[in-house]
């Protein structure tokens, strides 16, 4: 076996042929530099091998050139490395990205003790989104913590908006009169509350307007009681009615579905004549026999 040179006086040999990469060590290693000379036998040609547990700290290391392995680097704490990006004002994740590649040189360069990729580097250790670190207060969907659902409620009804429509604008920032959505209030309520409370837009901006899926309905009888009194002889007036065009009898009910077959199919439902109470039922036709 090879007896190698101990790590700081090998270290010290490759520092002085100043080379300035990996690549350039392997051609030495190689003798693709004769003007070099040839490795000495006692320096390896693998020294991250040979010196890993003896003072191996990357290839920058190993050169002089003072480049540090990502993996081998000693970074900042998170608390001070945050504190160092906030103060660049940088906007976005984006323009954090052409930093950290040296495009926004009027900001200088990103110091070594400092990652570039923040978010694997203290991940568990107090990251939370680029923009808590970047000092933006935007933080990732994702990692919002909202309100509960009974106070996001109360919120959007007090907004007073006619529609999930009037919402999204108000989401967007295009009704600028009523300010901003606030970051603990979600522009999708409908998906973060899904198994929360949500039941439907109406409920949501209190317009009372609930959806069909989402309504309580009567039982059949108690429905079909209400149809009766109704005093309507056809499928024709029940849908005329169900449009608020027979004024004098009133209007449709909330808990009272107009599709009623749909709703109450199987749970009672046996034709108009049953629902209006006029008496006729629906008689399915029978193919005639040939004789």
């Known amino acids: 076996l090879r007896q190698y040179r101990p790590f700081p006086l090998a270290r010290a040999f490759a520092s002085k042929l100043e080379l300035k990469n990996e690549a350039e060590w392997r051609a030495f290693c190689r003798g693709k530099m004769p003007h070099l000379g040839e490795l ?18 990357g290839i920058g290391d190993w050169l002089g050139t003072g480049t540090i392995a990502p993996a081998l680097r000693k970074y900042r704490s998170f608390e001070l490395a945050r504190e160092f990006t906030r103060r660049l004002k940088l906007k976005n994740g984006g323009e954090w990205n052409a930093y950290c590649k040296g495009e926004m040189s009027h900001l200088g360069r990103l110091p070594t003790d400092i990652p570039a990729a923040p978010n694997h580097t203290y991940a568990g250790n ?6 808590d670190w970047l000092g933006t207060g935007i933080i990732a969907t994702s990692s919002r913590q909202y309100r509960s659902f009974k106070e996001a409620q109360k919120f959007a009804r007090s907004l007073k908006l006619k529609s999930n429509l009037l919402w999204r604008d108000y989401c967007k920032g295009v009704i600028p009169r009523m300010g901003m959505l ?13 198994r929360m409370g949500w039941k439907g837009w109406g409920d949501w901006l209190g317009t009372g307007t609930v959806a069909p899926n ?17 005093g309507l002889n056809s499928a024709v007036e029940w849908r005329t009615f169900c449009k608020g065009e027979i004024p004098h009898i009133g209007l449709l009910p909330e808990d009272i579905p107009t ?10 439902w046996a034709g108009f004549g049953d629902w209006l109470g006029t008496g006729r039922t629906r008689v399915s036709k029978s193919p005639k026999r040939k004789s």
């Open 126 to 131: 107090g990251w939370v989104s680029m923009g």
């Open 214 to 230: 989402l309504r309580q309905y009567r039982s059949f009888e108690e429905a079909r009681e209400f149809a009766h009194s109704l």
């Open 40 to 57: 000495p036998d006692d320096i390896p040609s693998t020294p991250n091998r040979t010196y890993a547990d003896k003072g191996w700290a």
């Open 259 to 268: 599709a009623v077959s749909e709703i109450y199919g199987g749970k009672g």
């Open 182 to 194: 606030p970051a603990d209030i979600p522009s999708k309520p409908d998906g973060t509350y899904s």
